[in-house]
Nanobody, 127 residues
Framework: QVRLVESGGGLVQAGDSLSLSCVVS????????MAWFRQAPGKEREGVSC????????YYTDSAKGRFTISRDNAKNTVYLQMNSLKPEDTAVYYC????????????????????WGQGTQVTVSS
């Protein structure tokens, strides 16, 4: 059974940084794609970033490019999302997700291609 547990969310001011972590058990992050999604109140879930299995290539949606960095530590089975220059519009519940293939297909959408999810961590950015 694959289990994902996110942490690192919180309340920050615009311009601050946060680092989210996702610890995975029951699965190998070095093989399968790992992604971050977010969902703001009243909005559909949207993709943020993904790191592919095996090669570890990172992908970012336009909202994350230049500000967010995804990385992973295979030894710790942990994926990270470093978020800099946070904006109020980044306020959302952030979810870690994985799928049973190494490609990041569908990472920019609502995550329908990802079968395993964490419980989410709240990020709130005040102006």
């Amino acid at each position: 059974q694959v289990r994902l547990v996110e942490s690192g969310g919180g309340l920050v001011q615009a311009g601050d940084s946060l680092s989210l972590s996702c610890v995975v058990s029951g699965g190998a992050i070095g093989i399968n794609a790992m992604a971050w999604f977010r969902q703001a109140p009243g909005k559909e879930r949207e993709g943020v970033s993904c790191i592919s299995g095996t090669t570890g290539s990172p992908y970012y949606t336009d909202s994350a490019k230049g500000r967010f960095t995804i990385s992973r530590d295979n030894a710790k089975n942990t994926v990270y999302l470093q978020m800099n220059s946070l904006k109020p519009e980044d306020t959302a519940v952030y979810y870690c997700a994985t799928r049973t293939t190494q490609t990041c297909a569908g990472y920019s959408g609502n995550g329908a291609e990802y079968g395993y999810w964490g419980q989410g961590t709240q990020v709130t950015v005040s102006s």
